[in-house]
């Protein structure tokens, strides 16, 4: 009698986790289900943006260099001279990631880091000529993928999706002060 106890225990297990696999719900692949234009808008935001920098990712491999190291480049070549503070802020990214990346791109040549005429614990930093070369390869293959995020878009949607984003990233910014 016990073993048939087992066995019938075994088989209600068995049963069970069946109809518990046979409920949980298949993953939907991006644009589909709540991944799709049913889904929340901030997810929607977010699998964009991951799809958009493994994409980046993908174009910048071939020249070693990451995405953070290509917006850190990015910010100095826009904003020469500026901190390491500065370039976090500017980049998004925190000031020990900013750390790293900046002593990694000094190892590569692509940056020089000086003292700052007035404050002497402030290192200015910027772009060597061989980090302008690379930010310029860079930037043609960032260009290409903007290309493919444009694809579709006529140029007053896109002027309409630029002005949405900066909307956020504003509100965004006056909610952190």
Same mark, same amino acid.
């Given at each position: 009698?016990?073993? /048939?106890?087992?066995?019938?225990?075994?088989?209600?297990?068995?049963?069970?986790?069946?109809?518990?696999?046979?409920?949980?719900?298949?993953?939907?692949?991006?644009?589909?289900?709540?991944?799709?234009?049913?889904?929340?808008?901030?997810?929607?935001?977010?699998?964009?943006?991951?799809?958009?920098?493994?994409?980046?990712?993908?174009?910048?491999?071939?020249?070693?260099?990451?995405?953070?190291?290509?917006?850190?480049?990015?910010?100095?070549?826009?904003?020469?001279?500026?901190?390491?503070?500065?370039?976090?802020?500017?980049?998004?990214?925190?000031?020990?990631?900013?750390?790293?990346?900046?002593?990694?791109?000094?190892?590569?040549?692509?940056?020089?880091?000086?003292?700052?005429?007035?404050?002497?614990?402030?290192?200015?930093?910027?772009?060597?000529?061989?980090?302008?070369?690379?930010?310029?390869?860079?930037?043609?293959?960032?260009?290409?993928?903007?290309?493919?995020?444009?694809?579709?878009? /006529?140029?007053?949607?896109?002027?309409?999706?630029?002005?949405?984003?900066?909307?956020?990233?504003?509100?965004?910014?006056?909610?952190?002060?």
């Amino acid at each position: 009698m016990a073993k /048939t106890l087992k066995t019938k225990g075994k088989k209600a297990a068995r049963k069970a986790a069946d109809e518990v696999a046979a409920e949980v719900a298949t993953i939907p692949a991006p644009g589909e289900g709540k991944r799709g234009e049913s889904g929340y808008l901030a997810y929607l935001l977010r699998q964009a943006s991951a799809a958009n920098r493994l994409n980046l990712e993908r174009e910048l491999a071939d020249l070693h260099v990451t995405v953070p190291q290509f917006f850190v480049l990015t910010m100095l070549g826009a904003y020469p001279g500026i901190s390491g503070a500065d370039v976090a802020r500017l980049a998004l990214l925190t000031p020990q990631t900013v750390s790293v990346i900046m002593n990694n791109l000094e190892k590569m040549g692509a940056i020089a880091r000086q003292p700052h005429p007035v404050h002497g614990r402030i290192q200015t930093i910027a772009l060597t000529e061989a980090g302008r070369s690379l930010l310029a390869q860079c930037k043609g293959r960032a260009n290409a993928v903007d290309k493919q995020l444009r694809a579709g878009l /006529t140029p007053e949607e896109e002027q309409i999706v630029r002005r949405w984003l900066v909307s956020q990233a504003v509100a965004g910014e006056a909610v952190a002060e």
